[in-house]
């Protein structure tokens, strides 16, 4: 019997990352917002890696953070190590990488969801979306309670028809032994939207009481502290390594031993899996002649002997990963705690969302995260937070919120997903960024704080530390100007010691400041003008001066672009009638309607011609419409 | 703001007088750059739809390119409502093709298919009932520019190219690989072995530039044979074309003693006729080079033009010629049609020849001279005349690509030697790598992701 159990402004279904960033943007934004989960001990659970960051990911979460969201925060106080990537690659791809404590994670996620204000959190099982007048209206859960709300956000990764796969066993499941979502995969067939079938996998967690630590190579974190989160308020973090070793010979013949064994290559698999996540058996198979693949054991946390195996992504039976794991050294004698398994699940074409990820045929209904064809923590809560923050503008009847790829790597995220759509589960990656000198991690309050802050999602302390920091890298970048630095042999002495080239007059020191070899830190023995400035600002001044040239580059480009961004198409247009379009054109054009022109020209199968094409006949209209006014 | 377009405005192979546009914010300084005056210093300032005499230099060699007029028509009274500059050169295809390649390099870019029309009626200088038209300009000449320039390309220097992207996409993948999968064990080259990879990288686009089979008609001649036995009218042929034309005719010894080349412009294609010596002693080719020499020397021909006498029919020794020939771009002349008209059978000639054009003439009384020169401009240009343009334009299109993409190369090659952070390093490996897409069409972010997960074994 169904019965009405409530009414919401915005509804979100799963409580992963994306839900929770979703739910808490709104709730934040002042909308009445409810979860629903089929588990409340699960809120952003981590059914794979225990592990937040990495290059183009943490870039993500420091957007999400300077938005107001929540994962760098959440991350920064449950981390049990940090260490930031790429240190000599580059200020565009820094990149911090955490290992988080996965219970600590998920209990102080659920904390700050219970602790949020207009946020209500309930453990039901979400069957059906309720469409009225081609609009949302409500769920129906599985107990028959019926909520009332104006948007949905579904977030239910890879929970729709989940299917466990551990060798030739194979159920119907979610990750980690959870119930799969299966009546609502069906229900949002019906509404008219396309799915598709991917696959993804773990690899097991082991004992580490099992394991030989003193045949691996220990990796431990920087001993500097680092955090995701713009307004961090950790200052120490007691931190456990990790650990890397390599598989063997041994290993790869067991494998292609046992190969005929493997649901992949036996053809019970048959979602599409991700390159970058391969299992070992495709790693061994596809680079035959690689002699070794190196294997990380990482903590799941401090109060638990699991650990993680990383680089053994497996499906293949029980027993043959536990031989396999056997030949790897240090785990001679390990024990399984859970096997790794393969997850096939339903997935949504994104192609079918606007840039708000909200569907184009349903209004009020709004994805994100895996059920959208991404992976990764990081892009699930990207999406989140994204459609959140615009089922909320939907509500009080606000301009919807989007990024440009110009902008954010979550517009880069978004604008991949909706324009180009993915075959294999989509993984952020800097190189798909076109504009990456300007999408730092340490830029990413600059770039967004401030349109959080206009949106209300950016907390008053949030935004008075934004200002203050740039505010002391604008003056800062203005004194070096002013500032010469005496040629002599005391200032020589530590050029020399730098391998820069000695000055014979008064140098102004933003000059010096351009030299590669030279930092601002160095400054600070070079001319008693200094007095010490937050890190974060030291580190945004040498990047702004040293870079200047390149960045000025990168600006140039994003102008042009921006302009094709800023010529908008209206959703209502009839492809078909505009005279001159390419058929492959028409027809791409009117089953996107894309939202700009720049979104057009991104789309394949349209060309620069079809673009001009489309820019006259904007005109065209524009004059019309002057026209039958006039 | 805008680009800073530019395309030749008149049509290419005709008239004496040719025409290069410039459109756009940047144009009177694009002017300011490649223009000297003779007298009126100051045209830039006050000269408006005035002309102004004297010369195109390229600012970089200093070099005098051609003797010009220039005008400008500053926006918004101008066709495009634009600032515009137009410089007119001399017709030929030589003179017009450097002028706009010195002002490609200002920073200008070529102006797509309709583009001045487009930005006219997008800044409002042309009615609604114009836009249609100018639709279908675009339309047809991107499908037709777009076939044609495939054709041209189809063939060596398109593998050329396919292969440098390739490799350059190597090195793209390698950096890009590193940076994003810092913790998979990839590995990692040296400065040394990538600033190597750069410069082998440039050698190759160097080359290409030196060897560019197009730029090489433009500046050395059509290689042209002329064919047939003795007493066919050869010469008389030579002689015709020579008088016909009004380019300066000049006589370059040969690398043999044998071999005289003269070199004749048609329709501002140089055209160099090689061995016109043995032509001039109205002896018979094969007989006199041994076959040999004689297909050693049509193989190098990239014209031959085949004379047949139509008063005497096909003989022996015109067979012979046919089937050292039958490979190759061939215009068949039937000479002396002021004589006589039917000794020779079209039909079974075409069966022989295969697909070349025959053209009748009389080189005597210069009669279908004129279609004759018509058609080696259409062969020189890859099918119709009214192709022209488009092939033209795609062979400036390709060598400034390829400039720009040397150019982003050696900043990439620089940037390693100074020990820029490969972040900033592959911004330049990455234009290089997209300006050789405008060539060969294909430059996707997806293939760069698809060669990093070809080439490395990445995963958690």
Same mark, same amino acid.
């Given at each position: 019997?169904?019965?009405?159990?409530?009414?919401?402004?915005?509804?979100?279904?799963?409580?992963?990352?994306?839900?929770?960033?979703?739910?808490?943007?709104?709730?934040?934004?002042?909308?009445?917002?409810?979860?629903?989960?089929?588990?409340?001990?699960?809120?952003?659970?981590?059914?794979?890696?225990?592990?937040?960051?990495?290059?183009?990911?943490?870039?993500?979460?420091?957007?999400?953070?300077?938005?107001?969201?929540?994962?760098?925060?959440?991350?920064?106080?449950?981390?049990?190590?940090?260490?930031?990537?790429?240190?000599? $690659?580059?200020?565009?791809?820094?990149?911090?990488?955490?290992?988080?404590?996965?219970?600590?994670?998920?209990?102080?996620?659920?904390?700050? +969801?219970?602790?949020?204000?207009?946020?209500?959190?309930?453990?039901?099982?979400?069957?059906?979306?309720?469409?009225?007048?081609?609009?949302?209206?409500?769920?129906?859960?599985?107990?028959?309670?019926?909520?009332?709300?104006?948007?949905?956000?579904?977030?239910?990764?890879?929970? +729709? $028809?989940?299917?466990?796969?551990?060798?030739?066993?194979?159920?119907?499941?979610?990750?980690?032994?959870?119930?799969?979502?299966?009546?609502?995969?069906?229900?949002?067939?019906?509404?008219?939207?396309?799915?598709?079938?991917?696959?993804?996998?773990?690899?097991?967690?082991?004992?580490?009481?099992?394991?030989?630590?003193? $045949?691996?190579?220990?990796? &431990?974190?920087?001993?500097?502290?680092?955090?995701?989160?713009?307004?961090?308020?950790?200052?120490?973090?007691?931190?456990?390594?990790?650990?890397?070793?390599?598989?063997?010979?041994?290993? &790869?013949?067991?494998?292609?031993?046992?190969?005929?064994?493997?649901?992949?290559?036996?053809?019970?698999?048959?979602?599409?899996?991700?390159?970058?996540?391969?299992?070992?058996?495709?790693?061994?198979?596809?680079?035959?002649?690689?002699?070794?693949?190196?294997?990380?054991?990482?903590?799941?946390?401090?109060?638990?002997?699991?650990?993680?195996?990383?680089?053994?992504?497996?499906?293949?039976?029980?027993?043959?990963?536990?031989?396999?794991?056997?030949?790897?050294?240090?785990?001679?004698?390990?024990?399984?705690?859970?096997?790794?398994?393969?997850?096939?699940?339903?997935?949504?074409?994104?192609?079918?969302?606007?840039?708000?990820?909200?569907?184009?045929?349903?209004?009020?209904?709004?994805?994100?995260?895996?059920?959208?064809?991404?992976?990764?923590?990081?892009?699930?809560?990207?999406?989140?937070?994204?459609?959140?923050?615009?089922?909320?503008?939907?509500?009080?009847?606000?301009?919807?919120?989007?990024?440009?790829?110009?902008?954010?790597?979550?517009?880069?995220?978004?604008?991949?997903?909706?324009?180009?759509?993915?075959?294999?589960?989509?993984?952020?990656?800097?190189?798909?960024?076109?504009?990456?000198?300007?999408?730092?991690?340490?830029?990413?309050? &600059?770039?967004?704080?401030?349109?959080?802050?206009?949106?209300?999602?950016?907390?008053?302390?949030?935004?008075?530390?934004?200002?203050?920091?740039?505010?002391?890298?604008?003056?800062?970048?203005?004194?070096?100007?002013?500032?010469?630095?005496?040629?002599?042999?005391?200032?020589?002495?530590?050029?020399?010691?730098?391998?820069?080239?000695?000055?014979?007059?008064?140098?102004?020191?933003?000059?010096?400041?351009?030299?590669?070899?030279?930092?601002?830190?160095?400054?600070?023995?070079?001319?008693?003008?200094?007095?010490?400035?937050?890190?974060?600002?030291?580190?945004?001044?040498?990047?702004?001066?040293?870079?200047?040239?390149?960045?000025?580059?990168?600006?140039?480009?994003?102008?042009?672009?921006?302009?094709?961004?800023?010529?908008?198409?209206?959703?209502?247009?009839?492809?078909?009638?505009?005279?001159?379009?390419?058929?492959?054109?028409?027809?791409?054009?009117?089953?996107?309607?894309?939202?700009?022109?720049?979104?057009?020209?991104?789309?394949?199968?349209?060309?620069?011609?079809?673009?001009?094409?489309?820019?006259?006949?904007?005109?065209?209209?524009?004059?019309?419409?002057?026209?039958?006014?006039? | 703001?805008?680009?800073?377009?530019?395309?030749?405005?008149?049509?290419?192979?005709?008239?004496?007088?040719?025409?290069?546009?410039?459109?756009?914010?940047?144009?009177?300084?694009?002017?300011?750059?490649?223009?000297? /005056?003779?007298?009126?210093?100051?045209?830039?300032?006050?000269?408006?739809?005035?002309?102004?005499?004297?010369?195109?230099?390229?600012?970089?060699?200093?070099?005098?390119?051609?003797?010009?007029?220039?005008?400008?028509?500053?926006? /918004?009274?101008?066709?495009?409502?634009?600032?515009?500059?137009?410089?007119?050169?001399?017709?030929?295809?030589?003179?017009?093709?450097?002028?706009?390649?010195?002002?490609?390099?200002?920073?200008?870019?070529?102006?797509?298919?309709?583009?001045?029309?487009?930005?006219?009626?997008?800044?409002?200088?042309?009615?609604?009932?114009?836009?249609?038209?100018?639709?279908?300009?675009?339309?047809?000449?991107?499908?037709?520019?777009?076939?044609?320039?495939?054709?041209?390309?189809?063939?060596?220097?398109?593998?050329?190219?396919?292969?440098?992207?390739?490799?350059?996409?190597?090195?793209?993948?390698?950096?890009?690989?590193?940076?994003?999968? /810092?913790?998979?064990?990839?590995?990692?080259?040296?400065?040394?072995?990538?600033?190597?990879?750069?410069?082998?990288?440039?050698?190759?686009?160097?080359?290409?530039?030196?060897?560019?089979?197009?730029?090489?008609?433009?500046?050395?001649?059509?290689?042209?044979?002329?064919?047939?036995?003795?007493?066919?009218?050869?010469?008389?042929?030579?002689?015709?074309?020579?008088?016909?034309?009004?380019?300066?005719?000049?006589?370059?010894?040969?690398?043999?003693?044998?071999?005289?080349?003269?070199?004749?412009?048609?329709?501002?294609?140089?055209?160099?006729?090689?061995?016109?010596?043995?032509?001039?002693?109205?002896?018979?080719?094969?007989?006199?080079?041994?076959?040999?020499?004689?297909?050693?020397?049509?193989?190098?021909?990239?014209?031959?033009?085949?004379?047949?006498?139509?008063?005497?029919?096909?003989?022996?020794?015109?067979?012979?010629?046919?089937?050292?020939?039958?490979?190759?771009?061939?215009?068949?002349?039937?000479?002396?049609?002021?004589?006589?008209?039917?000794?020779?059978?079209?039909?079974?000639?075409?069966?022989?020849?295969?697909?070349?054009?025959?053209?009748?003439?009389?080189?005597?009384?210069?009669?279908?001279?004129?279609?004759?020169?018509?058609?080696?401009?259409?062969?020189?240009?890859?099918?119709?005349?009214?192709?022209?343009?488009?092939?033209?334009?795609?062979?400036?299109?390709?060598?400034?690509?390829?400039?720009?993409?040397?150019?982003?190369?050696?900043?990439?090659?620089?940037?390693?030697?100074?020990?820029?952070? /490969?972040?900033?390093?592959?911004?330049?490996?990455?234009?290089?790598?997209?300006?050789?897409?405008?060539?060969?069409?294909?430059?996707?972010?997806?293939?760069?992701?698809?060669?990093?997960?070809?080439?490395?074994?990445?995963?958690?």
């Amino acid at each position: 019997m169904r019965y009405h159990a409530g009414d919401y402004d915005v509804i979100v279904v799963g409580a992963g990352h994306a839900g929770c960033e979703a739910a808490l943007a709104s709730a934040r934004m002042g909308c009445k917002t409810l979860v629903l989960t089929l588990n409340l001990d699960n809120a952003t659970g981590m059914p794979c890696n225990p592990a937040v960051g990495g290059p183009a990911k943490s870039h993500l979460v420091k957007e999400i953070d300077a938005l107001g969201g929540q994962m760098g925060l959440n991350t920064d106080l449950t981390a049990i190590q940090m260490r930031m990537l790429n240190t000599g $690659k580059g200020p565009a791809v820094h990149a911090l990488r955490a290992q988080a404590d996965k219970n600590k994670y998920q209990l102080l996620m659920k904390k700050t +969801l219970e602790s949020q204000e207009n946020l209500d959190i309930k453990q039901l099982l979400v069957e059906e979306i309720l469409v009225e007048n081609g609009r949302v209206s409500g769920v129906v859960t599985h107990i028959g309670a019926v909520f009332a709300t104006r948007t949905v956000i579904v977030t239910t990764g890879t929970y +729709l $028809k989940g299917r466990i796969i551990i060798g030739n066993v194979h159920f119907p499941g979610g990750p980690n032994s959870q119930f799969p979502s299966v009546t609502l995969s069906d229900n949002l067939r019906n509404l008219g939207l396309e799915l598709g079938r991917f696959k993804t996998g773990t690899p097991a967690r082991v004992d580490r009481r099992t394991v030989d630590f003193s $045949k691996m190579a220990i990796q &431990h974190g920087d001993e500097e502290v680092h955090n995701f989160s713009f307004i961090s308020p950790v200052r120490q973090r007691e931190q456990v390594p990790c650990w890397l070793t390599y598989t063997t010979e041994q290993t &790869h013949q067991i494998i292609r031993d046992n190969l005929h064994r493997s649901p992949l290559y036996a053809g019970i698999i048959e979602g599409v899996g991700p390159r970058y996540c391969p299992s070992i058996e495709d790693k061994v198979v596809r680079f035959a002649d690689k002699p070794q693949h190196q294997i990380f054991v990482e903590p799941e946390g401090l109060i638990t002997y699991e650990m993680y195996v990383q680089g053994m992504s497996t499906s293949l039976p029980p027993d043959v990963q536990l031989q396999m794991l056997r030949s790897v050294p240090g785990l001679e004698n390990v024990e399984i705690m859970r096997p790794g398994y393969a997850i096939e699940y339903d997935q949504v074409v994104p192609t079918q969302l606007k840039a708000t990820l909200e569907t184009k045929t349903i209004p009020g209904l709004y994805t994100a995260g895996q059920i959208n064809g991404t992976s990764g923590y990081e892009e699930a809560a990207a999406q989140g937070i994204m459609a959140g923050i615009n089922a909320a503008l939907q509500v009080q009847e606000k301009e919807p919120f989007t990024l440009s790829r110009a902008e954010a790597y979550i517009g880069v995220l978004i604008d991949d997903l909706v324009t180009k759509g993915t075959n294999e589960p989509y993984r952020l990656m800097t190189a798909r960024a076109e504009y990456r000198l300007l999408l730092r991690q340490d830029n990413a309050d &600059h770039r967004l704080t401030q349109k959080g802050y206009d949106i209300g999602l950016v907390s008053e302390v949030r935004y008075d530390h934004y200002m203050k920091k740039w505010q002391a890298i604008g003056e800062e970048m203005e004194r070096l100007k002013t500032i010469v630095i005496p040629a002599g042999e005391e200032t020589n002495a530590v050029l020399r010691e730098l391998g820069s080239s000695e000055i014979t007059q008064s140098t102004p020191a933003i000059n010096l400041l351009r030299r590669p070899e030279i930092n601002y830190k160095t400054l600070l023995n070079l001319s008693d003008d200094f007095t010490p400035l937050s890190n974060e600002v030291i580190e945004e001044v040498d990047i702004e001066i040293k870079y200047e040239g390149y960045i000025k580059k990168q600006l140039a480009q994003v102008e042009r672009f921006e302009k094709l961004e800023g010529r908008k198409l209206r959703e209502d247009i009839n492809y078909q009638g505009i005279k001159g379009l390419s058929v492959e054109a028409r027809q791409k054009l009117d089953k996107f309607k894309p939202s700009s022109i720049g979104q057009a020209s991104r789309i394949s199968g349209v060309s620069p011609a079809d673009i001009s094409v489309l820019l006259i006949w904007l005109e065209q209209e524009r004059r019309r419409v002057a026209g039958g006014e006039q | 703001m805008e680009d800073t377009i530019v395309a030749i405005a008149t049509p290419l192979g005709e008239g004496s007088i040719g025409i290069i546009r410039i459109s756009g914010p940047a144009a009177i300084d694009v002017g300011r750059l490649v223009f000297q /005056p003779k007298v009126n210093q100051d045209w830039y300032i006050k000269d408006n739809y005035k002309l102004v005499y004297g010369h195109v230099v390229d600012p970089a060699s200093r070099e005098i390119i051609d003797e010009v007029l220039l005008s400008v028509m500053r926006g /918004p009274r101008s066709f495009t409502a634009e600032d515009v500059v137009e410089i007119s050169c001399h017709g030929g295809i030589v003179p017009l093709r450097r002028v706009l390649e010195v002002v490609l390099r200002q920073g200008t870019r070529l102006a797509e298919p309709g583009e001045f029309s487009k930005r006219a009626f997008l800044n409002g200088r042309l009615d609604l009932a114009q836009a249609e038209s100018i639709i279908d300009i675009i339309r047809a000449k991107t499908d037709a520019g777009a076939k044609i320039a495939m054709a041209q390309l189809g063939g060596k220097l398109s593998d050329k190219v396919s292969a440098l992207q390739h490799e350059l996409l190597g090195l793209l993948a390698q950096i890009e690989a590193i940076i994003d999968f /810092p913790e998979d064990d990839i590995p990692e080259e040296t400065l040394e072995e990538m600033a190597g990879r750069c410069n082998g990288l440039l050698k190759v686009i160097e080359q290409l530039l030196d060897n560019a089979d197009t730029g090489k008609i433009y500046r050395e001649g059509l290689r042209t044979v002329i064919v047939g036995k003795p007493n066919v009218g050869k010469s008389s042929l030579l002689n015709a074309l020579l008088r016909e034309q009004r380019a300066i005719v000049t006589d370059i010894p040969g690398t043999t003693r044998d071999v005289i080349e003269e070199v004749l412009n048609i329709k501002g294609v140089p055209l160099k006729i090689i061995d016109t010596a043995g032509l001039r002693e109205t002896q018979d080719l094969v007989e006199k080079l041994g076959v040999e020499r004689s297909k050693q020397l049509l193989n190098q021909a990239d014209l031959i033009l085949l004379v047949l006498d139509a008063f005497t029919g096909l003989s022996e020794e015109d067979l012979r010629v046919i089937d050292l020939i039958k490979e190759k771009k061939v215009l068949v002349l039937i000479n002396k049609i002021d004589i006589a008209r039917n000794a020779i059978d079209q039909a079974e000639l075409k069966k022989l020849i295969g697909f070349s054009d025959i053209l009748e003439i009389s080189a005597q009384k210069e009669i279908g001279l004129d279609r004759l020169e018509q058609s080696i401009l259409a062969l020189v240009l890859e099918g119709k005349i009214t192709a022209a343009e488009n092939v033209f334009v795609s062979n400036s299109r390709h060598k400034l690509a390829l400039e720009r993409a040397k150019k982003h190369l050696q900043e990439a090659g620089w940037g390693i030697h100074q020990s820029i952070p /490969p972040d900033i390093v592959s911004i330049d490996i990455k234009s290089s790598w997209e300006i050789l897409g405008e060539i060969t069409g294909n430059s996707v972010t997806e293939d760069l992701i698809d060669r990093i997960f070809a080439d490395f074994c990445i995963g958690k």
